[in-house]
């Protein structure tokens, strides 16, 4: 399995083990391009830390995750950032001081290196692409507001709108509906429905009417492991996830 | 033309300021003080390349250094070598009994040149030391601290014992370093004598222009999408790493840049002050030069100047009546600047500009239309009530 080409995603055996305590136990999980993937699961599932550890910023004591063939453990965060890997964190994280338009700019993927980002040119060109993503994110009129002065459902919008900057093919997309209501929990549906062409999703989320709404396939973790995978429906009606999960 | 004007000069309040302080450096200063004054500011001057080095790397970078002194002191010794070694010519250190050579080099019985001193005879390797010896050992600190995402506290005190090892190592070492009493006796540059009023005038003069170029630099450097980037690095680092920048890389950057503008400075101060000794290197030094960003205003590039005038000009005046007292004036100044005036001049300026004197013209400005007397003794008396 461990050279399939099909998946653009494939994380094996994955185990890390702080202290002793594995908050993630030989996990096996494989995502196909075009796929959108939502990760449920209790508190203290190992959720985050799975998307801690696919982006670089926790080592995995065993186990390797590939990404388009590419061995991902043991490089570092801006590596794997290269490699066409996204990632948007749990509190909305966006340079408060910067306008949304200096927030894009600065995801633009050029000008990453000391040097380049001395030479870098604001051309027609990043311009352009700043104003189609503003657009895409619904944040086109408030492109000269700072950051800070956002409302929270747009700050999310914001973070996923640097990740849409990089142009990756995998966006790991932690708790993205947290706290918005729900007007603006629809929109982000779409949006996330919109973007999942030509690259795969990994969402984690604990609301389940949105789960329901934007997910190909479930996978639930549970102490660390694989409790379940399938469908929404498929998982729904599963005893074991209604047991530790969902409730009867 | 336009991007030059906003990127380079730093729109309206950046050229304003650059022309403020041009005319202070080179009009004002050498017109009203004498020639002993304008020496002292001159020497004050090069302490400002490390303030200004402090305000790209704390204050923008949020990193903090207490260890510019080293810095100070590399280009400082490199200088001093060179000015050192055009002074120890065969004719007048004759009486020696090894002519040829630096005179504490002759009393600690080193019978010739060490292979360190070799190429400092040569006034372009010697200035061309003075960049990049600072920028290198500054690379490389930064390289091993910041690959290891060392940073705060921890940084600061490591650079801090950095400091005080590179004076204890000059210091230790008499008979390669001049030791304790530093390099001294320094004479001519290329024949050119650095000791006369009128020397001492021109290179005030190169001091305060390389410095005015310095700020232009750091401006078109901060004005671009590095002074977003710094920004957004202090805010969140996180984000910025995972939007694929290698943080580390843009921190050793500025520790270099920060590092060679201290080296200039140190260079400066040689041709100047003519000498160098292992107390202008190590720990007081470097805080000093800590204390004059943040006096001026940790994040403003023209507050570096103007705090590193005043203090030393405090400094100066004080510790003349009160020598004992000044170290914990130094002190208190610090805290009390960092707790009360974090934005130091700078921000007072700020606080100024945008607040305090529109709120004074609206209180003083006679109401354009207001006929009625009583309007009229009304605003005098809100007046008076300032």
Redesign the interface.
Known sequence: MSNNTSFLLSVEDLTVSFDGFKAVDALNLYVEKDELRVIIGPNGAGKTTLLDMICGKTRPTSGSIKFRNHELVGKSEHEIVRFGVGRKFQTPSIYENLTVFENLEISYPKGRSVFGCVAFQRTPEVVERIHKVAAEISLKECLDVEGAFLSHGQKQWLEIGMLLMQEPELVMLDEPVAGMSPAEREQTAALIQRICKGRCIVVIEHDMEFVARIAHKVTVLHLGKLLAEGSMEEVRNNPKVIDVYLGH | MNTFYHRVLGGKNGTAGLIALAVLLLVILPCTLNSFWVNIVGKYLTFAFGALGLVLLWGRGGVLSLGQGLFFGLGGYCMAMFLKLEASDPVSTKIQSTPGIPDFMDWNQLTHLPAMWVPFRHLSFALLAVVTLPAIVAFIIGLAMFKRRVGGVYFAIITQALALIFSLAIDGNQGYTGGRNGITDLKTMHGWDIRTHHAQFILYYATSVILLLSIVLLQW?LC???G??L??MR??E??????????A??K??LFCVAAILSGIGGALFVLQVGFIAPSLVGIVPSIEMVIFAAVGGRASLFGAVYGTLLVNAGKSLFSESFPQAWLFCMGGLFIGVVVLFPNGVAGGWDWWRKKAWPWLQTKFKPAPRQPEAGGMVNIVAKGENL
């Open positions: 450097l671009g999408k590095m977003k980037m920004n957004a805010d969140r996180d984000r910025v790493r995972f939007s694929g920048y290698d943080v890389m843009f050793v950057f």
